[in-house]
């Protein structure tokens, strides 16, 4: 069976799309939009709506990026012909992810089109070169990730903050940077150890700590699910400063 598909919407008339990332903020959504207000200019295409997802990775799907889903909504509403991006990678950063988005635009009666001329193509050529572009994005955000993994480890093997909420047990010291005991809460963590240990299960265990009047930072009794993440960080925070001679919770 065909697919049914959308009249096509008008060439002139176009819908943008911002996309920022949670691991690179190079081309940030002021810059994207000069971007794309600059080919409208140059093309004579009026942009009847902009739409933004801030802070959404380029592997994540449609169905997690409410701001494409406006977009795409609305390329049938206004009858727009184009999704206009600033350039091809704020579509996605993945190939599979990618080739979706842009089959649902054209299924819509509408093309996806980079401000910046790459890729924009519909001969045969155009199309390997979007996916030439796709594959190189992809592999972008793979380099980028093992980047960011790598820096991360390097932090947190020298006791430094990394990331906005420490670990249990811990706190940000008045460096702002580094990390130190926080008493109270490694006295819990030490009382979990403790019981599982002697064989406790994870949901005794929170019973226990919730008797005992123990609560998360939320103010709530402490779940299995944390509590299990709780003690397995403990333990390899232990092992490792243990292997390097160092203190940990006293």
Request: aromatic fraction near 4%.
């Amino acid at each position: 069976m065909s697919r049914r598909r959308t009249r096509p919407g008008s060439s002139h008339i176009a819908v943008a799309y911002l996309r920022v990332s949670t691991d690179e903020q190079r081309l940030g959504p002021e810059a994207q939009r000069a971007a794309i207000e600059a080919w409208a200019a140059r093309t004579g295409t009026s942009i009847a709506a902009w739409h933004t997802d801030q802070g959404v990775s380029g592997s994540a799907d449609i169905t997690d990026r409410p701001g494409l889903v406006s977009a795409l909504a609305e390329l049938r509403l206004l009858g727009a012909g184009v999704l206009v991006v600033a350039k091809r990678d704020r579509v996605a950063r993945d190939m599979a992810i990618a080739c979706a988005i842009e089959r649902a635009v054209e299924n819509l009666g509408a093309v996806v089109v980079a401000a910046d001329g790459n890729g924009n193509g519909t001969d045969p050529a155009g199309v390997f070169m979007r996916r030439i572009l796709d594959a190189a994005s992809e592999h972008e955000r793979g380099i980028i990730r093992a980047r960011t993994k790598a820096a991360l480890a390097v932090k947190a093997s020298r006791g430094e903050r990394v990331s906005r909420r420490p670990p249990w047990g811990w706190r940000v010291g008045p460096d702002g940077v580094h990390l130190e005991v926080e008493p109270r809460e490694a006295a819990v963590v030490l009382a979990a150890l403790e019981l599982s240990d002697a064989g406790r299960s994870y949901r005794a265990i929170a019973a226990e700590l919730a008797a005992a009047g123990h609560r998360n930072r939320l103010g709530r009794p402490i779940g299995v699910t944390e509590l299990h993440k709780m003690i397995a960080r403990a333990r390899g925070t232990i092992e490792e400063k243990n292997a390097n001679g160092r203190e940990c919770f006293g």
